[in-house]
């Protein structure tokens, strides 16, 4: 038995976004992130080798946003798959202005 097998790394997907990723619910009292439900989902379909980060900050504005995704993205290292998630009504007021 090789106890000092090299293992291969945890492929990540990074949820990153605003209040809707960290999962802001019950106004605040709960939370509940929807990468919670992606890992549990993925492991129901036999999928274990995926670890899913959760990088949403509630009440972060886009300007913000984009200051700090190279700095996650550098801490995840290893990421395939990326999920943005900012909150509709921000999205939609910069868009009228």
């Known amino acids: 038995m090789n106890f000092f097998k090299e293992r291969k790394p945890r492929r990540k997907i990074l949820c990153f976004g605003d209040s809707l990723t960290e999962g802001f619910w019950m106004n605040g009292f709960k939370f509940h992130p929807y990468s919670l439900r992606l890992t549990q989902c993925l492991k129901e379909n036999n999928i274990k080798d995926v670890e899913c980060v959760t990088a949403g900050v509630s009440g972060e ?3 913000s ?3 700090r995704l190279p700095r996650i993205i550098q801490k995840v290292k290893i990421l395939e798959i990326l999920f943005l998630s900012i909150h509709v009504n921000i999205s939609l ?3 009228m202005l």
Do not use: Y
Request: proline share 0%.
């Open 65 to 67: 946003m984009v200051g």
């Open 93 to 95: 007021f910069i868009l």
């Open 61 to 63: 504005r886009s300007t």
